[in-house]
């Protein structure tokens, strides 16, 4: 993006010279208009979602949400102080951390180490075997459910937040690894050869040359992960329902009652969204970096 | 670089000499201890899985051989074809739909100074899950056209071209000399000439609707060549006598009245005023028909029903759209940062437009960066989940159904586990395509 933003404004130093700059911006106003009339169409379903968060389903079956623009008595904090108090959103909140800060971290810990043996340990039939996890990047998860189930069950951790961790690091895994491996087979291996001839074990270098010179890597993966796990609704259906639902799960519960629950659900989703929005606001950088790396490597 | 630790470099000549006989075996044992954690999990929660679904689905709840009895369940089953029916229309349409418009969108993108804020506002959607697309879509498909932000938009339009009319649910008695015509408006039986009069009265006609200033109707008085018509309402507390005008039952003031020769061409219009008439003149001998026009009884725009049935499909698609077009636009306009300026500027210097730029040279220069994201959606619409089960309301999950969806259902919400295993391996086999392209890709570069 940053290139980007660089060429855009060599085009214009280049076009400025030619006196053409006034008649080249009103000539652009359909664009202009076109751009931001587009970005502002984006966020509307956002900017209602939010302004809806603050109505009580009263307002909600009686007028749109954007009468509460001209009209802001209606908007009320009423949602949010019932939401307070309202146990069973919190234990899903609070499951949902649960399950999401593990699984990434696992995922990012197991997929670092394989992705390391496969970028700068020789051993026979390592291009086959990365060859089967590219093969498994695609593999739907649906794939998996029924048998995962019943192992669960005779591990005795289906229903749990553990199973719902458990799964998710093994669907996070061949991406993570793809990713990983991709970014450490960019490390010299001159750096690792002069310190496999320095003494140091494979855990070491591991630990103090692969771990640090990959975090840009790891980062990106870390906040995919992260999002990607807090996001789900299909694994914590099948595997952490009832008292190990997560917040996508406890909302879904609640849109059978669409209209007469819209003041636990548009606060409740808000919550759900703004998380991994300030991730990605936050983390920006590494995101779009995890995104092309992960779409174009 | 201060990574070599103290203690790599306490022990150099053990290691050197411990080194070189063991390149070989003990490495071995190394790479498979690093790759050991994922290769369990992997192994028992991807690979066996994979192969026993594929088992499961010859197979019945108790595990006992039914040969293909699951596959052709899914030929049976209506609502798994209209699964399969609908991830094949997303499959055609969303990834080329989201791929052109986001490659449109990227070059546009880079010719204003503000590229990065444009694609972030796109791209934001992406951070979002389909759970919360789906609640924000709800949202906003509301059918009712008061409270749905797009029926509201749409509903404006419409309402500017014809609104709704003044007499909505408005009707006449059976026994009224009046009769409806085809195309929906209100004709006096007899035919009427200048100096003569006409009538119509209607009923159902609720007191909100009619406008503060109306007065009571009165019998229409012809003289000379007008044609006067009254428009009233044919009732009053009590009930009164049909088909007369009597003192308490009032003239409807803004119904749109026409005035039709003997092949049905409407020769004028006249809105009625308080008292419920109008007064047509100089329009020619006739014979004509009064007749109050359709426009009256138009209910004005009622709200389209997005998640209804025959519309659900094209709606997620187009929520599909908001979620993944960020996507394609900063995908492709990574790529199109990285594409050599000078060969760009050879073309506009060679006397190409823009259009003949992008198309010939843009173009084909990123097909690799644009394949990618096609594929990528590909794979996202095939195995699409939560936008679907949450967006889609009850009553129209059976004709949203996505095979990502369905194997849900019937293996969990059904407990059916049989042939929800033949419809994951449906899935699967689906995605095969995707699986050969992508080790292809892999291969030729590696």
């Known amino acids: ?84 108090q309202n146990e069973s959103l919190w234990t899903a909140v609070l499951n949902t951390v649960k399950i999401s800060v593990p699984a990434s971290l696992l995922v990012v810990m197991i997929a670092a180490l394989a992705a390391y043996a496969f970028a700068h340990i020789e051993f026979k039939g390592r291009d086959w075997i990365f060859i089967l996890v590219v093969a498994l990047l695609v593999v739907p998860l649906q794939m998996a459910l029924i048998p995962v189930a019943r192992l669960f069950g005779l591990a005795g951790i289906f229903g749990t937040v553990t199973a719902a961790i458990v799964f998710h690091v093994a669907f996070g895994l061949p991406f993570a690894i793809f990713l ?77 009652q669409y209209g007469t629950s819209i003041d636990i659900i548009a606060p409740g989703t808000f919550i759900s969204m703004s998380v991994p929005l300030l991730v990605f606001f936050a983390f920006q950088r590494y995101f779009v970096q995890g995104i092309l790396a992960g779409a174009v490597k | 670089m201060s990574v070599t630790s103290a203690d790599v470099r306490a022990r150099p000549e053990r290691a050197r000499t411990r080194r070189k006989p063991s390149a070989g075996g003990s490495k071995k044992w190394v790479a498979w201890a690093f790759l050991a954690p994922a290769a369990v999990i992997i192994g028992a929660l991807i690979i066996y899985p994979t192969i026993d679904t594929i088992a499961q689905s010859f197979q019945n709840e108790s595990r006992q051989f039914v040969g293909v009895d699951n596959y052709k369940a899914i030929t049976e089953s209506p609502r798994i074809l209209t699964a399969i029916r609908n991830t ?19 070059v546009l993108t880079e010719r204003v100074s503000y590229t990065t804020a444009i694609r972030v506002v796109l791209f934001m959607p992406i951070a979002i ?29 419409v309402n500017l071209v014809g609104g709704p009319g003044a007499y909505p649910d408005a009707t006449v008695l059976p026994e009224a000399p009046v009769q409806e015509t085809s195309d929906g408006a209100l004709a006096a039986r007899s035919t009427v000439r200048p100096g003569e009069s006409a009538e119509i009265g209607l009923v159902n006609v609720l007191d909100e609707e009619i406008p503060a200033g109306a007065t009571q109707a009165s019998e229409p008085q012809a003289s000379g060549d007008s044609i006067p018509v009254v428009v009233w309402r044919d009732f009053k507390p009590g009930g009164g006598e049909p088909g007369v005008i009597e003192e308490g039952e009032l003239g409807l003031p803004g119904a749109v009245v026409e005035l039709t020769d003997a092949s049905g061409e409407v020769v004028a219009t006249q809105t009625t005023g308080p008292d419920g008439s109008v007064s047509f003149s100089g329009v020619g001998d006739g014979p004509f028909k009064a007749q109050i026009a359709a426009s009256t009884f138009s209910p004005g725009f009622e709200g389209i029903e997005w998640l209804g049935s025959s519309l659900v499909t094209p709606a997620l698609i187009l929520a599909f759209f908001w979620m993944s077009v960020g996507f394609a636009v900063v995908i492709i306009g990574g790529g199109l940062s990285a594409l050599p300026r000078d060969v760009l500027e050879a073309a506009r210097v060679d006397g190409a437009n823009e259009w003949q730029t992008f198309r010939l040279v843009t173009v084909p220069l990123m097909r690799p960066v644009i394949g990618v994201v096609f594929v990528t959606l590909t794979i996202n619409v095939l195995k699409i989940f ?42 699967f086999i689906l995605v095969i395509p995707i699986m050969a392209l992508n080790l292809r890709n892999f291969r030729r570069e590696s």
């Open chain 2, 386 to 427: 939560d936008l679907v089960y949450v967006l889609a309301p009850g009553a129209s999950q059976d004709e949203a159904n996505v095979i990502g969806v369905e194997m849900f259902r019937t293996a969990f919400s059904e407990r059916n586990f049989g042939v929800g295993a033949a419809v994951a391996v449906l899935l």
């Open chain 1, 180 to 256: 990983l491996r991709n970014f450490f087979i960019g490390i010299p291996g001159d750096i690792l050869e002069a310190a496999r001839i320095d003494g140091a074990s494979e855990l070491q270098i591991f630990r103090r040359l692969m771990l640090p010179l990959g975090m840009p890597a790891i980062a990106s993966l870390l906040i995919f992960q992260f999002i990607w796990t807090w996001n789900d609704l299909l694994v914590a259906l099948v595997f952490a329902p009832g008292s190990s639902a997560p917040l996508n799960v406890y909302i879904r519960s609640q849109m059978r």
């Open chain 2, 129 to 157: 899950s389909g759970l919360a697309a789906g609640v924000l879509w709800r949202l906003t498909y509301e059918p009712d056209p008061e409270r749905g932000a797009l029926n509201v938009v749409i509903g404006s339009v």
């Open chain 1, 1 to 84: 993006m940053a290139i980007a933003a660089r060429t855009t404004a060599e085009n214009r130093a280049e076009r400025s010279p030619r006196g053409k700059r006034l008649s080249d911006t009103v000539a652009r106003g359909p664009l202009h208009v076109f751009l931001i009339g587009l970005a502002l169409l984006w966020l509307t379903p956002v900017v209602g979602l939010f302004v809806s968060s603050f109505r009580t389903v009263a307002a909600y079956s009686e007028s749109g949400w954007w009468t509460a623009l001209t009209n802001p008595r209606q908007l009320t904090l009423q949602p949010y102080l019932e939401l307070v």
């Open chain 2, 88 to 106: 094949f229309i997303w499959v055609v349409v969303a990834p080329a739909l989201i791929t052109g418009f986001g490659l449109i969108v990227a």
